[in-house]
């Protein structure tokens, strides 16, 4: 079992890394941002309360966060945890390490996915999702199929999120420069950290990750 956290702001690339792993490594995707965005659809309690903080592009609590994952973690008979977009302050980072101490689970790798800030408009403002399988598209590096047909499933919804504009944008990068890029120098100093080159492209940065992940 390997796990790992993927650390990076808001269109590093995360998402996209985390489901050819789940693919090619059996491994569990562990997504706060998916999850937290699953319990507005089904209509939660939880679900509404989080709606308007997350349109605007703030961090919810970390207790309600904290509690996602917690419940996610008792099963653990695949290859491995990618924690993605979580943790994102040093609450949930200390949480997190008290869970894996609790399950007798090990954290093998933080990778840290290095973007210019400045590519993130362009990551964020063109990224589409599929509603049928998750695939993450992106308008210019990887666009629909031209009959309109999810490439993965054949399912037509193209799905954008709420907060991918340029506005939210602001505030999440805000968010993650005061509360997220500490945990940067918490996991080098824990011996933890590695990083790589998050601006290559998809196929660069998988190979990359399967080299940090030994393979
Ligand atoms: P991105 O893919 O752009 O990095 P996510 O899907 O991970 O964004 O998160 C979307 C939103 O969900 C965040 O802006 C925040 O409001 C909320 N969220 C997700 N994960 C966390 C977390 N670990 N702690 C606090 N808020 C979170
Ligand atoms: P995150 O989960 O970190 O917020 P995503 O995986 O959703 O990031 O990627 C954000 C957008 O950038 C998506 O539209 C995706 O298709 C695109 N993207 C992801 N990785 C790359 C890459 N290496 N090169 C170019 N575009 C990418
Ligand atoms: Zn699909």
Not at 131 to 141: A, I, S
Request: aromatic share 6%; with cysteine.
């Amino acid at each position: 079992m390997t796990n790992i956290i993927l650390l990076g702001p808001p269109g590093a690339g995360k998402g996209t890394q985390a489901r050819y792993l789940v693919e090619s490594r059996r491994m569990v995707q562990l997504s706060t941002g998916d999850m937290l965005r699953e319990a507005q659809t089904s209509g939660t309690e939880m679900g509404k309360k989080v709606a308007a903080i997350m349109a605007e592009g703030k961090l919810v609590t970390d207790q309600i966060v904290i509690g996602l994952i917690r419940e996610k973690l008792q099963d653990t008979s695949h290859g491995g945890f990618i924690f993605d977009g979580f943790p994102r302050t040093l609450a949930q980072a200390d949480a997190l390490e008290r869970l894996l101490r609790e399950m007798h689970l090990k954290l093998d790798a933080v990778i840290e996915m290095q973007v210019d800030d400045d590519a993130l408009v362009a990551r964020i403002t063109g990224r589409s999702t599929c509603g049928g399988c998750g695939e993450v598209y992106h308008d210019q590096t990887k666009p629909w199929p031209e009959d309109g047909k999810c490439a993965n499933c054949g399912s037509t919804d193209v799905q954008r999120r709420a907060d991918d504009n340029e506005d939210s944008l602001k505030t999440r990068l805000m968010e993650y420069y005061k509360k997220t890029s500490p945990l940067i120098g918490y996991y080098y100093a824990k011996g933890n950290l590695q990083r790589l080159d998050g601006l290559a492209s998809i196929e660069e940065v998988r190979k990359s990750m399967a080299w940090i992940m030994g393979e």
